[in-house]
Each structure stands twice: as C-alpha cells, then as structure tokens.
C-alpha cells in the first residue's frame, strides 16, 4: 500500500482528535501532503467513519487537480476536502492540515469575530489577529474561499459558527497550532467573562512576530 506510514500517522492523530477533546466523535478531519502514482495530493480523513475504526485503507488519497478521487479507498473523502485542497494548493509551505470543532474555538467562532492580540501567543498563528472564516456551508466552495481569505499571511483561522483550522509543516506541528488555538480561545472566553480586555498595540505585536520565528526549538 502507497504511503502506510503517512496513513498511520493520520490515524494516530485522528485519534488523538477524539482523547484530547479537540474534535469529539466523529468530527474534525486530518489531511497530510502526499504523492501517488506520481501525482500531488494529499491524504485525507474519510467521511463519517469513527476514527477508532479507521483503518490505513480507509485514508482516501485526492490529487491537487481532481474534484474527486478515491484511490484505494471505497470511502469517500471528508466532505471539508475542498478547503484541505485549496490550502495545499494556496499555501506552498502547509505539509498537512488539521480542522476541528473544539469546544472554546467553536463557541468564539459563534460570534463571528476576529480574536484580537489580547495574548501575545496570538503570533503563534502568524499575524496580530486571529482571523474569523465568514460563514457558509460546509463543504461548498464558497467556505473554502472564505478560509483562504482568512488565512492570508496565517497558519491558522477560525471557522464562523463551524470551528477552526490549521496547517503546519507535518502533523505534529499542525496539530500542536490546533490545541494553541483551541487554548488561546479559552482563555479569551475568560478575559471577556471579567470584561473588555486591553489590546496589545501593533507595534508590540510586530515584535513579539519577529521573536515568535525562533520560538519552537524541539
């Protein structure tokens, strides 16, 4: 089988989706950047499948040019494929994406609104906000446009009413942006609880982005 250990680290952290609480049951998908039969694509998540039943077969690879394939796979791909493909295509730089319905993102998410620099950790995710995705309905292509939008010099955004997406350079950075961002959403749920909180200034953020380069070493 092309790519088993690409699959099994899908699995891994598809899994991992489910016993850290980032995306509960069924939701959320994993993708990473792949190669068959000399074609760009990518691995993805299949649709509607319990991740404690998937399997490295179930995996459903996807070329960067195809609306829809499903190459050793009696699957279909998650229904969120479209946007996973748009952010391989439009980010150079993304090696493997992780969107999920965690609880703290997903409430933030409901409001429709950027998170502002009220933490410097915002940086993790490239710029001085956390964009918010406008609306629409998942799977279409006007979400996916929505999110590249939103990802414009990020690696990560939220999903209006929907969740939050992010990429990295593997999984394991991809999913660590993932808990960073489900982590800074809680703590700016408990900011807003005490009131409006203070905002860093622009120029603050411009140097924690120029610090924040060298901030993961291992």
């Known amino acids: 089988m092309k790519n088993l250990d690409k699959r099994n680290k899908i699995i891994e952290y598809s899994l991992r989706l489910n016993s850290t609480n980032l995306s509960p049951l069924r939701s959320g998908n994993i993708s990473l ?9 990518y691995l993805i998540t299949p649709s509607g499948k319990k991740y404690e039943s998937l399997k490295p077969e179930d995996i459903v690879f996807m070329g960067l040019n195809e609306e829809i394939e499903k190459n050793n796979s009696e699957l279909n791909p998650s229904s969120e494929w479209r946007f996973h493909r748009d952010i391989y ?27 502002p620099a009220f933490h410097y950790m915002i ?12 609306y629409a309905t998942f799977g279409t292509e006007e979400l996916s446009k929505n999110i590249i939008e939103a990802l414009e010099e990020r690696t990560a955004c939220l999903m209006s009413n929907h969740g939050q997406v992010a990429f990295g350079k593997n999984l394991e950075d991809a999913f660590e942006l993932a808990q960073e961002i489900e982590n800074i959403c809680h703590q700016y749920t408990i900011a807003l609880k005490l009131g409006k909180p203070k905002i860093l200034s622009f120029e603050e953020m411009k140097k924690v982005l120029d610090r924040a380069k060298n901030y993961k070493k291992g």
């Open 89 to 115: 295509v439009n980010k150079k730089d993304a090696g493997a994406i992780v969107h999920a319905h965690s609880p703290h993102a997903t409430a933030v998410s409901s409001h429709r609104k950027s998170i």
């Open 33 to 41: 950047r792949s190669n068959e039969k000399d074609t760009d694509g």
């Open 123 to 134: 940086a993790l995710a490239g710029g001085n906000d956390i964009k918010c995705a406008e």
